[in-house]
């Protein structure tokens, strides 16, 4: 079919049918080929190859595919002891039900919803077939959670015979075949807007974002669509007058930094559409980690950052312990709605050191603590290599050389006293409210 098709161009006055796929030769309001409306057309849309794709209503389009006479009805998943919504449909959506409401609210906006509880292993089978058939157009897939991931679709036009473009509408269109749920997808030249296109027009949706356009297009958007912006840093950036990403633009890049430390350096960037960062496909590189269940949760960064830095801790003992060294830093986090997040972060050399792991995981840390309750907290290191590179002394950064030294001396006091004998700032006398792990907690 597409061997006998015309090579897509980019004009802004064609574009293609999301339905059937068809060319479209003129600017119309439905397809020239089978009628739909559903038409994707945008200026760069065939120069574009970064995605982001996200599936609607994920729980609650699994439970509405495998029972069709909830189709019109409102389905709420959630439930259980912690009585808050995970999941709502749209139809319960636009009645007011929202993720992470506790349930008798819910039930309050929306009294005939249908409300299931979350069946976890029927979700991440289903997700892991989703994510199979976006591993089948791209090696670099990026999965963000159980229902979300980046790909990189660049260089792989002579593979599929298209651009990215309409092999993201063609997956788009497989899954409500094959899977039965559906998806929107936010395509542009990088992740930061690939992630802000996904959420534009959902569900079903297929939003682009253009180089062109991506100053104007951030101009008026609120402060808090940057990432890392969460409610706390929101309201810093109002006390200083600033609410909306196009103030940011006019801002210097030191003026940002003075202000706001590292943070200022990404405000810069990503106010205005600079997002360098690659798609890291999913490996299966082993990691060493430490995680723990809170017996109550937890929201604050205060009161987790005493259970990060033991975990830390963990894993470098066991790192130490097997002369290994890992390369990237991962955070993971389990929401009160049983949601889990992971974020990640390649470090410049592989570590083994408590005090990097820490360091890095508190910046994934204060990105994630926006109010957001949480029921478990994990820190671990991947991209695991020997650990006779690891740890370069660092010239730029004294600082963290001396620490580097001060954590080899605490290890041997360790080694010699047992591993209570020398508690960090961190762990001692901070009143935490989470259970500490043991130390044989996987
Ligand atoms: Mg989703």
């Given at each position: ?83 808050v919504v995970s999941t709502a449909c749209y139809i319960a959506r636009i009645r007011g039900v929202r993720s992470a409401m506790p349930m008798f609210k819910a039930l309050e906006a ?13 979700y991440v089978a289903v997700g892991r077939q989703v994510r199979a058939m976006m591993q089948a157009l791209t090696p670099l897939v990026e999965p963000i959670s159980i229902d979300e ?294």
């Amino acid at each position: 079919m597409f061997a006998s098709m015309p090579t897509p161009v980019n004009d802004p006055t064609q574009g293609f049918c999301r339905d059937c796929l068809g060319l479209q030769r003129a600017v119309k309001q439905r397809c020239e080929v089978c009628g739909s409306p559903r038409l994707a057309r945008h200026a760069e849309l065939y120069d574009l190859s970064l995605a982001h794709i996200d599936c609607d209503a994920f729980y609650a389009a699994v439970e509405k595919r495998d029972r069709p006479e909830l189709r019109d009805r409102p389905v709420i998943i959630g439930g259980g002891k912690r009585g808050v919504v995970s999941t709502a449909c749209y139809i319960a959506r636009i009645r007011g039900v929202r993720s992470a409401m506790p349930m008798f609210k819910a039930l309050e906006a929306c009294p005939d919803a249908v409300v299931i509880k979350p069946d976890m292993e029927k979700y991440v089978a289903v997700g892991r077939q989703v994510r199979a058939m976006m591993q089948a157009l791209t090696p670099l897939v990026e999965p963000i959670s159980i229902d979300e991931a980046f790909l990189d679709l660049a260089g792989t036009q002579k593979l599929h015979g298209r651009p990215p473009a309409l092999v993201l509408a063609d997956f788009a269109r497989r899954v409500e075949r094959e899977v039965g749920i559906t998806v929107s997808v936010g395509l542009s030249y990088c992740k930061f807007l690939a992630k802000v296109a996904s959420d534009m027009a959902k569900p079903r949706g297929f939003s682009v974002i253009g180089d062109a356009e991506a100053l104007s297009f951030l101009a008026d958007k609120p402060v808090s669509l940057i990432w890392g912006v969460g409610k706390a840093f929101e309201a810093t950036l109002a006390e200083g007058g600033i609410r909306t990403i196009g103030q940011l633009q006019t801002m210097e890049r030191n003026e940002l930094l003075r202000r706001y430390g590292t943070m200022g350096d990404r405000l810069h960037r990503l106010s205005r559409g600079q997002d360098e960062r690659q798609v890291h496909p999913e490996h299966d590189a082993k990691s060493v980690s430490a995680e723990t269940t809170f017996d109550k949760d937890l929201a604050t960064f205060d009161d987790l950052v005493p259970i990060l830095r033991a975990l830390s801790e963990q894993v470098s003992a066991r790192l130490k312990k097997s002369g290994i060294a890992g390369r990237t830093v991962v955070l993971k986090l389990k929401s009160a709605d049983f949601r889990i997040k992971t974020r990640n972060r390649q470090l410049a050399d592989a570590t083994r050191l408590a005090d990097r792991i820490f360091a890095t995981g508190l910046e994934l840390l204060r990105r994630e603590t926006d109010g957001t309750r949480y029921r478990l907290l994990g820190i671990g290191v991947s991209d695991l290599s020997d650990d006779g590179r690891a740890d370069p002394p660092d010239l730029v950064d004294v600082q963290s050389r001396k620490r580097a030294l001060a954590e080899g001396a605490v290890d041997q006091l360790r080694a010699k006293f047992g591993g209570k004998a020398v508690e960090t700032g961190y762990t001692f006398g901070r009143g935490s409210r989470g259970r500490l792990p043991r130390p044989d907690e996987e």
